[in-house]
């Protein structure tokens, strides 16, 4: 590969553009190297500047569940554009996927859009302490539920790769609000209520964490945890934002049939233009403005062509009953397949994967939580990461990040990519 246009067009963005990237993960610091600018993307395939193509593993970082073009949503969204880019007033598109997301999934009544995980995730929260009138909230180390001031603690990929948990900007006193939990550790829960009896809103979760590279939840964890908010008269809150359409049409909630309280969405939700959600109870939600008294807006929220993009994107997947179970067996194929390569070379693996994504971790058997997963040998996945970029493979470019198998990911895809993983365990 060569990587020519991508290394001027890096340099020439390091010039105005801070680290040359609108988001970190892009920089490909925790890898190395010069990240790969891409120009277009057609199903399961990215092309870059220098017009080599890949297979693509992170779909856009989970929204690209259908793979990248999808015809019936390029036309939706073309035929949309015609009716122009934003009114800034109620439309019936609002309503018809409102009524979409609260038949598919379990135990909501209303859902508010706005526009990115970020904002679902911090309205929330505001809703949840309104809601409880209560001030603290329990977030578990490795979590990532975007990059608003609450959320900014031990937070996972980003913030890991980067090496500083907690940023300079977020307050003291918003920090001290924020308690820390243990992924897959009832008892650190158990313990935070313990201390801090009648004072926390909610709990929030990422019921399968994908932003410290995938790690399920233990069995019974979430159970557990539902009966210890219901018994503090605490709220749940499940960040769906990589679940959400994803490990089934109903999310986390559907896949291991328990009821939260709040629920937040993006990715998929937008079927790649950028949109969140959140929604809950009517008895919660209508706390928010202006039905109540909590406050939450948004200029774009629920722009039309955005909601076309998500409406088009979530009926696609709602018609085919199918594509959850494929995904996933693709998934599991690929992870099954991938250890035997790694094993059979003596190397040892922990491959994490639930529903549609996934997570390579060497060195290490398990990986349960956040420390588990720094410990995982991150030089060899780098060292991994490049080997398949080299062979037109892109993976996430960091062992803290998961993998998102969309539906255009098929044999021939795996098959290369096994054969490709097979190379670099023979050349190490
Ligand atoms: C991506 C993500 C977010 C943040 O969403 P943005 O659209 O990037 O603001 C929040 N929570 C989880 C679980 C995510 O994966």
Partial sequence: MLYQRSSDLFKEAQKYIPGGVNSPVRAFRSVGGTPVFMKSARGAYLTDADGQTYIDYINSWGPMILG??????????????????????????????AKLIVGSVPNIDKVRMVNSGTEACMSAIRLARG???????????????GHSDSFLI???????????????????????????????????????????????????????????????????????LRLLCDKN?????????????????????????????????????????????????????????????VYQAGTLSGNPIAMRAGFTTLSLLKEDSGIFDRITQTTQILTKELKAIFEKAGIQVCINHCSSMMTVFFGTDE??????????????????????????????????????ISDCIKKDEVEKTLDISRKFVSGL
């Fill in 233 to 293: 008269r605490t709220l749940l809150i499940f960040d769906e934002v990589m679940t959400g359409f994803r490990a089934k049409m109903g999310g986390a909630q559907e896949f291991f049939n328990i009821k939260a309280d709040i629920i937040t969405y993006g990715k998929v939700i937008g079927g790649g233009m950028p949109v969140g959600a959140f929604s809950g109870r009517a008895e919660v939600m209508d706390h928010l403005s202006p039905e109540g008294t």
């Fill in 367 to 404: 990986v349960s939580n956040f420390d588990d997963a720094a410990n995982a040998d991150h030089d060899l996945f780098n060292k991994y990461f490049h080997f398949l970029l080299e062979n037109g493979i892109y993976l996430p470019p960091s062992g803290y990040e998961t993998w998102f």
């Fill in 131 to 145: 809601y409880t009138a209560r001030n603290k909230i329990i977030k578990f180390e490795g979590c990532y539920h």
């Fill in 68 to 97: 990248h073009n999808h015809p019936k949503v390029l036309e939706a969204v073309t035929e949309q554009l015609k009716g122009g880019f934003s009114f800034g007033t109620p439309t019936e598109l609002e309503t018809e996927i």
């Fill in 154 to 224: 031990k937070a996972g990929s980003g913030a890991a790769t980067f090496g500083n948990p907690n940023s300079p900007g977020v307050t003291q006193g918003t920090a001290q609000d924020t308690l820390l939990a243990k992924y897959n550790d009832l008892e650190s829960v158990r313990l935070i209520f313990e201390n801090n009896p009648g004072e926390i809103a909610a709990v929030i979760l990422e019921p399968i964490a994908g932003n410290m590279g995938c790690v399920p939840p233990k069995k019974d964890f979430l159970e557990e």
